[in-house]
């Protein structure tokens, strides 16, 4: 069966988080749609749940998070919350600083 020479599907993809984490800067066009971003989103929460502490700043995590839609950036806490209910305290901080950025985006 012939192979397609199109561009692997984000799903596909190994997604270098450690090297997004040590900067803080995603490549650009990495994200190209809503579909993208959420994929990415749900990762990055994983990523960040199985990384022994320390692994990561919240300095840079808040940088990555800055460079995605505000939408993406509350979906990313709802599914934190979700996945690992406890962990919230760790990212505390982060967590507080963007829920009352955005306040007004939760109830919509």
Known sequence: MPRSSGPIPFAAQAVP????LETGKLPEGLITSDYV???FVERLV???LSVPAGSFTMAHLGQLLEQLDP???IFFFKRLKETSP???KDFAPLYYGYMNEFHSLLFT
């Open 17 to 20: 988080f450690h090297e997004f």
């Open 37 to 39: 971003a959420e994929q």
């Open 46 to 48: 994983h990523y960040v």
């Open 71 to 73: 939408r993406h950036q």
């Open 86 to 88: 406890g962990s919230l």
